[in-house]
């Protein structure tokens, strides 16, 4: 799959020129352009198929980096952003000027973060520019943990590809907004919720309203139906028993020593002692390889609720939505 890999040279170069780069992260590949040049911002939206009411989150290399982009930098910023980044969590802070509208769908507040991959942060310091990037994968789809991935959902749509292995984390940041005077937790991701109220405090969840369309969400992003297989999904709790049905090709997505009985048609265990950091960095590459199998549905045991299970669980909820 050699065609589109480029080195990391190369990456800076294009998205200096205004072009489009994936690039791996921590948590998944990143699909990259300048986050001044709204130009090159509006050309992510279109090759994701992106409803632009989605914001997107600019990508750093230093703090240094953060002043360019955000025009406050508060306290509680400063102290999440010591123990945090580089890392898997998203500030959204005041933005500048300098970035353009689309970047942030017409909010005040713009999403940053640093990320924790040695690749990421030396492209970003060869580009030299704050890059915006969201998941480099078609809009809703499962988001990439692999270049092959990305080649595979994107293809010629992505001017590069940089290929850094899998990614270690595997699930997107946690995105949290100090847009008001309390914390509010806008997405569940690779920074635990319980990590971070130990350096500030309480903080709170945002929660979907059910009566709203996706563009009318309290939060931006807080897409009902996400991060979804073309295979039916159907959520089992964790520790139930699970059984294929009769008369259907069944897949099982499960981890640990959780209790299944009867023929599956495919089986991803993502971890034998339940590790969740290895459950998340295995989940995506597993959801596509069962999405791949040919199957009829898909029966997923979902994670215990604390640490990276509360996002894990968050992901499969959202890919079974409104199937
Ligand atoms: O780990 C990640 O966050 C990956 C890597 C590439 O960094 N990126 C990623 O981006 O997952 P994306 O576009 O798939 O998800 C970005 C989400 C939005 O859907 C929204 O929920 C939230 O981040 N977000 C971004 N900017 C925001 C803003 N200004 N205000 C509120 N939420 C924002
Ligand atoms: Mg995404």
Not at 91 to 97: I, N, P
Request: proline share 7%; aromatic share 4%.
């Amino acid at each position: 799959m050699n065609a589109g890999l480029i080195s990391l040279q190369s990456a800076a170069d294009l998205l200096k020129r205004g072009q489009l780069v994936a690039f791996p992260t921590e948590t998944v590949y990143g699909l990259g352009a300048d986050a001044t040049n709204a130009v090159a911002v509006a050309r992510i939206f279109e090759a994701k198929q992106r409803p632009t009411f989605d914001p997107l989150i600019v990508h750093v290399a230093d703090t240094a980096q953060v002043e360019l982009v955000v025009s406050h930098f508060p306290v509680t910023a400063q102290r999440l952003a010591c123990e945090f980044w580089p890392g898997p969590l998203t500030l959204v802070l005041r933005k500048r000027d300098s970035i353009p509208d689309l970047v942030t769908a017409g909010l005040p507040g713009v999403g940053i973060r640093i990320p924790r991959h040695p690749l990421a942060l030396e492209l970003l310091k060869r580009a030299g520019c704050p890059v915006a990037a969201p998941s480099a994968n078609p809009f809703g789809g499962i988001s990439p943990t692999t270049a092959r991935h990305v080649v595979d959902g994107l293809g010629k749509k992505v001017d590069g590809v940089v290929d850094g292995g899998p990614c270690a984390v595997g699930l997107e940041s946690t995105v949290l907004s100090l847009m008001n005077e309390r914390p509010i937790l806008l997405r569940h991701g690779g920074c635990p919720r319980e990590d971070i109220e130990r350096v500030i405090g309480q903080i709170d969840i945002a929660s979907p309203d059910a009566n709203q369309d996706d563009a009318a969400q309290p939060a931006p992003g807080m897409l009902s139906r996400h991060y979804a297989p073309g295979t039916r999904l159907m959520l089992i709790e964790h520790n139930g028993l699970a059984k294929p049905i009769d008369g259907l090709r069944c897949g099982l997505l499960t981890a640990g020593k959780q209790p299944f009985r009867g023929l599956f048609s495919g089986i991803e265990t993502l971890c034998d002692d339940l590790n969740l950091q290895t459950c998340a960095s295995k989940f995506f590459a597993a959801m596509r390889t069962l999405d791949a199998s040919d199957l009829d549905v898909i029966i997923a045991h979902q994670f215990p609720a604390y640490g990276l299970g509360v996002a894990l669980n968050d992901r499969l909820r959202r890919a079974a939505q409104g199937q």
